[in-house]
C-alpha cells in the first residue's frame, strides 16, 4: 500500500517505529501492520509497557545502570561481589555481560565514551562518580569493559591514569573483538573469553 494511503493513525505507527534504530520504514510498516491486525490486547500491551518505561526507569544512583528503585537489580542483589567494579560505557553493554552470566560484581556506567571529535570530555562522562566510588567503596579491582575502537581505548588508557594513583588494581578485558567490535553485539562465546581473559592496564 502506497505510503500516502496509510490512515492518520497508521502513518503516526510507522512513522515512530522506523525512528527505532535497525528499523527502515519498510520493517516499521511490516510491525504497524502487526500491531494491527494482532488482538487488542497485544498492542496495548505494548502501549502501556512504553508507558511504564519512561514513567519508571531511572538510573541507579550507585552504578547508572536502569533501575525502577534508587538501586538497580545488580547492586540491590545480595552476593554479588563488592570490591570489584566492571566499567560500562552504556546500559547495554552492562545487559549483554549480564546476559553471559558469567560476571558476579558491581558495575559502573561511564554514558559514553572519551570523544575529543564528538566533543565528550571527561567532565561529560560519570568519571567522577567512578573515582569517588572507588575511594569509598573499598574497591580492590576495576575492570574497565569498553569497546575496541579509538574512543573506547583512549577512555581506557585515561581511566587507568587516574585510578591507578587510588592503589586499585586495574584491568581490561582481553578482546577476541575485533578493532571497532562492539560489546553489545558480540556473540556470547566471544564476550565470555574477553570477561574471563583480563589483562592488566
Ligand atoms: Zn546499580
Given at each position: 500500500m502506497p505510503k500516502n494511503a496509510y490512515p492518520a493513525a497508521l502513518k503516526?505507527?510507522?512513522?515512530?517505529?522506523?525512528?527505532?534504530?535497525?528499523?527502515?520504514?519498510?520493517?516499521?510498516?511490516?510491525?504497524?501492520?502487526?500491531?494491527?491486525?494482532?488482538?487488542?490486547?497485544?498492542?496495548?500491551?505494548?502501549?502501556?509497557?512504553?508507558?511504564?518505561?519512561?514513567?519508571?526507569?531511572?538510573?541507579?544512583?550507585?552504578c547508572f545502570a536502569f533501575a525502577d528503585q534508587e538501586s538497580c537489580p545488580i547492586c540491590a542483589e545480595a552476593g554479588r561481589r563488592q570490591g570489584q567494579i566492571m566499567v560500562v560505557a552504556e546500559p547495554g553493554d552492562l545487559l549483554a555481560i549480564e546476559k553471559v552470566g558469567w560476571y558476579q560484581g558491581l558495575y559502573h556506567v561511564l554514558g559514553g565514551l572519551l570523544s575529543p571529535i564528538e566533543g565528550?570530555?571527561?567532565?561529560?562522562?560519570?568519571?567522577?562518580?567512578?573515582?569517588?566510588?572507588?575511594?569509598?567503596?573499598?574497591?580492590?579491582?576495576?575492570?574497565?569493559?569498553?569497546?575496541?575502537?579509538?574512543?573506547g581505548e583512549s577512555t581506557t588508557t585515561y581511566l587507568a591514569q587516574e585510578l591507578k594513583p587510588?592503589?586499585?588494581?586495574?584491568?581490561?578485558?582481553?578482546?577476541?573483538?575485533?578493532?571497532?567490535?562492539?560489546?553489545?553485539?558480540?556473540?556470547?562465546?566471544t564476550l565470555k573469553e574477553a570477561l574471563s581473559h583480563r589483562v592488566a592496564t
Open positions: 503516526r505507527v510507522v512513522a515512530a517505529l522506523s525512528k527505532l534504530p535497525g528499523v527502515g520504514e519498510k520493517t516499521a510498516a511490516r510491525l504497524a501492520m502487526h500491531l494491527l491486525r494482532a488482538p487488542e490486547g497485544e498492542a496495548l500491551e505494548l502501549g502501556n509497557a512504553l508507558m511504564e518505561l519512561k514513567e519508571k526507569i531511572q538510573l541507579c544512583r550507585r565528550v570530555g571527561p567532565d561529560d562522562l560519570r568519571l567522577m562518580e567512578l573515582l569517588d566510588r572507588v575511594m569509598k567503596e573499598e574497591v580492590q579491582e576495576v575492570i574497565l569493559a569498553l569497546n575496541p575502537s579509538l574512543e587510588l592503589g586499585v588494581k586495574v584491568s581490561r578485558i582481553a578482546y577476541g573483538l575485533p578493532m571497532g567490535g562492539d560489546i553489545k553485539y558480540a556473540d556470547q562465546q
